[in-house]
């Protein structure tokens, strides 16, 4: 059974920074590509950041230079490290696994709100 885990959401003054983890259990972690992705109330899910299996990066044009993706393949984890936040970042942000059409995995959300 796929399960994807984030951690590390919560409630930062604009300017700062947070750190966003997720642990894979039950994929062959190392060949997905995993990424992470927002959704603000109203809004659409949107791509935040990806990395593949082989560390190829890709980010959002609005939060490029800010954000890093990273992945620790012994630990099934990857994580999301967001600086100089600002209230435009507030979101559920989900973890995802994809592989396939048919192997595309994601994790329950965790809460970012950017407020002073």
């Known amino acids: 059974q796929v399960q994807l885990v984030e951690s590390g959401g919560g409630l930062v003054q604009p300017g700062g920074s947070l750190r966003l983890s997720c642990e894979a259990t039950?994929?062959?972690?190392?060949?997905?590509?995993m990424g992470w992705y927002r959704q603000a109330p109203g809004k659409q899910r949107d791509l935040v950041a990806t990395?593949?299996?082989?560390?190829?990066?890709n980010y959002a044009a609005s939060v490029k230079g800010r954000f890093t993706i990273s992945r620790t393949i012994a630990k099934n984890s990857v994580y999301l490290q967001m600086t100089n936040l600002n209230p435009e970042d507030t979101a559920v942000y989900y973890c995802n696994a994809y592989l396939s059409t048919q192997t595309n995995f994601w994790g329950q959300g965790t809460q970012v709100t950017v407020s002073s």
């Open positions: 990395i593949s299996g082989i560390g190829t990066t």
């Open positions: 039950g994929v062959l972690f190392s060949i997905y590509t």
